[in-house]
């Protein structure tokens, strides 16, 4: 089994600053991707970015140029470093990764979430 356990997030003003972590434990063989999704209150969860296991980074057209995301393979963890945050941020930030448990099974799996909002 695969757990994701995710840090950071809380409460900033617009314009300000926050971080978001993820790490990976369990039964892995090889981290595929990793990445951060969110859902804001009545509506559907959205991909924030996106990182594969060679670097490729996919982002959201509405965070590109403000958040960026990391890896550190070492440590099947994540990072979301979020800049010039907007209220329209504020949403539930989770933790996603696709992961080999063995050389063929792999699985999608999800943090618990941790939420971030952003005051005007």
């Known amino acids: 089994q695969v757990q994701l356990v995710e840090s950071g997030g809380g409460l900033a003003q617009a314009g300000g600053s926050l971080s978001v972590s993820c790490a990976a434990s369990g039964s892995i063989f090889r981290l595929i991707a990793m990445g951060w999704y969110r859902q804001a209150p009545g509506k559907e969860r959205e991909l924030v970015a996106q990182?594969?296991?060679?670097?490729?980074?996919n982002y959201a057209e509405s965070v590109k140029g403000r958040f960026t995301i990391s890896r550190d393979n070492a440590k099947n963890a994540a990072y979301l470093q979020m800049k010039s945050l907007k209220p329209e941020d504020t949403a539930v930030y989770y933790c996603?990764?696709?992961?080999?448990?063995?050389?063929?099974?792999?699985?999608?799996?999800w943090g618990q979430g941790t939420q971030v909002t952003v005051s005007s």
């Open positions: 990182i594969n296991a060679g670097g490729a980074i």
């Open positions: 996603n990764a696709y992961i080999y448990s063995d050389t063929t099974h792999w699985d999608n799996y």
